[in-house]
């Protein structure tokens, strides 16, 4: 085997697992621990993940459809983040009772809100069905063995090097408990997402229930507060720099192993295009969210949805310029090619990939840009989706497509419409751009702004009493439903530009090669939405020349940035009372000089969307935090890890135990709890 370059390894030491780098699938995690133990790990791998026993797995799940969550007492009580339970805090809020600017708090039991449709997943177990699957074995009938109610799934690793079935437990009966006012859970809103230092209390608390089997069931009132095999102890004892931590949760989506094709389509073309396309649909809801309480609440969800990729995109091409990321990727693809001269299996790979890159990007780059643009009309899907319920004669209208229009404003949706069509045209190559669109343009109006005039006032779905009334034939040839059917895409889309098929079949074999060819990397599978263990430690970073990032936040700070006429600083008079008397109970200390109460920290763990809710944990496997965040310019870890800069964040368990405290005044919580 070719020796890799001293060279090669200095300049490209990105490519080797850091010590703080990786997401370690748990059943496997043994290879890590001597590592873990030096950083300060006083458990097993058995206490992390067991099949054989109660482990910290056990204590993990995951919270809705892409978020984390942790179990912190026996009787199903549950962390995650504020910005997890938005969507059902949301759900539960009206202007009469707006939880999300107010919060809320059940001082019992019976207080507490069942959250329709909320779900969590607990791993089972997970299992190498390599060779099953290497053996021609189907992956439905190996889910099919699968016995007891259990949601089961086949996940490929290492792009089909590697084969894992993981079994679920699905909970249905899932209740709000607690959350924060949103000037406390979503403190600093768009502006400071994603940048430290931070000061959000960015948790909500839940509780899941099961049958009197302690076995999940649809919501009743007959059933009992779940109780988990495991919860995490909450340590009350602080954090410092250089402690140990770990993660545990469910990382959405990395792309380490892609090639340098597909980094340049990320940083030149696809995030620019879809940064610029959103910043126009986020000003427009802003504009109207200032000027009606009612729609704030209405386009809350929907305005945190749109911007929390578009500021995670912006901060994305950043990192990935700033570290020159692919220059590097190749570079290290040119060591390989000259490895793999010689080798008939792998000498024309990398031919092979950029040929299928430069094949597929022109489709994926109109995918997206149809889902950045036509696709975010509401009125067209909302259109499509009432004639299919009156095409297959649906009895029950009115009590299942009424909530289509809860959250749906008729004029935003037309500025919006306006505004992607624009944006559309723009951005479309013009041989792209397509004929029966350009029709209808022509055809009523000539310009863009008076086709999206014509659609809005000649449509049956605009409220749902007109579309209510209207027959099948008009909704089938409604101008809105028209319009969806002109963006409807013909091909499938996929996560990223290389998981499309015809890319994505040349990584199994390119990973293979790799691992065998460069055997001091630490290869680890991307993430995938699978259980995930992720260490590292308590440490600051230098920001820029001369500015150095301390660690830990505190309540000081907050306050510093209290502004009432601003929404997303405006903090509960409570809590300025609260800091004016420095009545912090158990929970004030000295920091830096100070007597105050710490908010949220930072560590080298890789972290991915999915680890929102994850629970931070310390050496002896107590739970010091709750991860909700990463840096700025840490966004490109997905991509590339740089354990210089990059840094999760996370609230600080302590002051999530303040807030229940002293200004939410539900501290009886805390009986159930293990406070250390």
Not at 212 to 231: F, G, I, L, Q, W
Request: glycine share 8%; proline share 4%.
């Amino acid at each position: 085997m070719k020796k890799i370059s001293l060279a090669l390894l200095l300049c490209f030491a990105f490519i080797t697992a850091s010590a703080d780098e990786g997401m370690w699938l748990p059943n496997l995690i043994g290879s890590r621990i001597k590592d873990m133990r030096q950083k300060g790990f006083r458990l097993s791998a058995e206490d992390i993940y067991s099949i054989n026993q109660a482990s910290m797995k056990d204590a993990v799940v995951l919270f809705g459809s892409g978020c984390t969550g942790e179990y912190i007492s026996e009787e199903g009580l549950l962390l995650t983040n504020h910005h997890c339970g938005y969507g059902s805090i949301q759900k539960l809020s009206s202007v009469e009772h707006d939880y999300l600017t107010y919060g809320f708090w059940a001082m019992s039991r019976g207080e507490e809100l069942p959250v329709p449709g909320l779900t969590v997943r607990r791993l089972v177990r997970m299992e190498d069905v390599t060779a099953r699957i290497e053996a021609g074995e189907d992956s439905e009938k190996i889910i099919a063995e699968v016995e007891g109610g259990y949601f089961a799934s086949v996940q490929p690793m290492y792009y089909g090097n590697q084969y894992f079935l993981f079994v679920y437990e699905v909970f249905r009966d899932v209740r709000l408990v607690g959350t924060p006012p949103s000037s406390i859970g979503k403190f600093g809103g768009d502006t400071d997402n994603w940048i430290w230092p931070r000061h959000t209390g960015d948790f909500s608390i839940f509780r899941v229930y099961a049958d009197k089997d302690n076995k999940p069931a649809d919501y009743s009132k007959d059933n009992k507060p779940y109780r988990p095999a495991r919860h995490f102890a909450i340590s009350t004892k602080g954090v410092k720099e250089g402690d140990f931590t770990m993660i545990y949760g469910f990382p959405g989506n990395t792309q380490e192993y892609v090639i340098s094709d597909a980094v340049e389509y990320v940083a030149e073309v696809s995030d620019p295009m879809k940064i610029a396309l959103r910043t126009e649909r986020l000003d427009i809801i802003s504009a109207a969210q200032e000027q009606s309480p009612a729609i704030r609440i209405q386009y809350a969800a929907k305005h945190a949805s749109i911007a929390n990729a578009w500021k995670k995109w912006q901060g994305e091409v950043l990192g990935i310029k700033r570290l020159g990321t692919v220059d590097k990727k190749r570079a290290y693809e040119n060591e390989f090619a000259e490895w793999a001269a010689d080798k008939e299996e792998y000498a024309h790979l990398l031919d092979s990939m950029k040929a299928a890159y430069n094949e597929v990007r022109e489709w994926y780059y109109m995918g997206e840009l149809y889902a950045e643009t036509g696709k975010t009309i509401e009125l067209g899907g909302i259109a499509n989706v009432m004639y299919a319920a009156k095409h297959r004669r649906h009895e029950n209208i009115a009590d299942n497509f009424r909530k289509l229009y809860v959250n749906y404003n008729a004029d935003i949706d037309r500025a919006l419409a306006k505004a992607v069509l624009k944006g559309f045209e723009r951005y479309c190559p013009a041989e792209k751009f397509p004929v029966a669109l350009r029709e209808e343009i022509n055809k009523y109006g000539g310009t863009i702004d008076a086709y999206v005039d014509y659609v809005f006032d000649n449509s049956n779905a605009t409220s749902f009493e007109k579309a209510e009334a209207a027959t099948k034939e008009q909704l089938e040839a409604d101008p809105a439903r028209r319009l969806f059917e002109i963006f409807t895409f013909d091909k499938k889309m996929y996560r990223n530009l290389s998981n499309a098929p015809e890319i994505e079949r040349w990584y199994r074999p390119y990973l293979h090669a790799l691992r065998e060819w460069d055997q001091q990397r630490a290869f680890y599978p991307d993430a995938n939405l699978t259980l995930r263990v992720a260490y590292g430690s308590i440490a600051g970073y230098q920001y820029a020349d001369g500015e150095y990032h301390n660690p830990v936040s505190t309540l000081d700070g907050i306050i510093e940035k209290d502004n009432p006429a601003i929404y997303d600083y405006n903090i509960p008079q409570v809590l300025r009372d609260i800091y004016a008397r420095k009545d912090y109970g158990r929970w004030g200390e000295n920091i830096n000089g100070r007597y105050t109460v710490p908010v949220a920290f930072i560590a080298t763990n890789h972290t991915s969307g999915g680890n929102s809710g994850s629970p931070v944990i310390n050496g002896k496997g107590e739970l010091i935090g709750i991860n909700f965040d990463r840096t700025w310019l840490s966004t490109m870890s997905d991509i590339e890890f740089d354990p210089t800069i990059c840094r999760n964040i996370s609230v600080d368990i302590r002051y999530v135990m303040f807030v229940i405290d002293r200004v939410g005044g539900a501290s009886y919580l805390f009986d159930e709890m293990k406070l250390k």
